[in-house]
Nanobody
Framework: QVQLVESGGGLVQAGGSLRLSCAAS????????MGWFRQAPGKEREFVAAISRDGGRRYYANFEKGRFTISRDNAKNTVYLQMSSLKPEDTAVYYCAANSEGTAKYSEKDEYDYWGQGTQVTVSS
């Protein structure tokens, strides 16, 4: 069992930056690929980014266009999402998730085993 706790969300102006963190419990963090998803009001939860167990492979949604960077520190059981050049359309609840099967289907939310409670990101225009 893995418990995930996100932090770092908040209110930011358009063009600003935020770094989200997701802390995982347990000693098996490095056996999970990790992903970030987001969900805006009235919309489906969508893929944002994913990273392999050892951090060697990273995947991003097309909408990011180089604005977001996912990283992980296995010694700290933490995955990060650095977001820059934020836009109002980035406003959503951001969730981290753990996938025991690796990154083969990194963008499919149903492939993830554990989810955090989410952190709100609001970008004002």
């Amino acid at each position: 069992q893995v418990q995930l706790v996100e932090s770092g969300g908040g209110l930011v102006q358009a063009g600003g930056s935020l770094r989200l963190s997701c802390a995982a419990s347990g000693r098996t963090f490095n056996t999970y690929a990790m992903g970030w998803f987001r969900q805006a009001p009235g919309k489906e939860r969508e893929f944002v980014a994913a990273i392999s167990r050892d951090g060697g492979r990273r995947y991003y949604a097309n909408f990011e266009k180089g604005r977001f960077t996912i990283s992980r520190d296995n010694a700290k059981n933490t995955v990060y999402l650095q977001m820059s050049s934020l836009k109002p359309e980035d406003t959503a609840v951001y969730y981290c998730a753990a996938n025991s099967e690796g990154t083969a289907k990194y963008s499919e939310k149903d492939e993830y085993d554990y989810w955090g409670q989410g952190t709100q990101v609001t970008v004002s225009s």
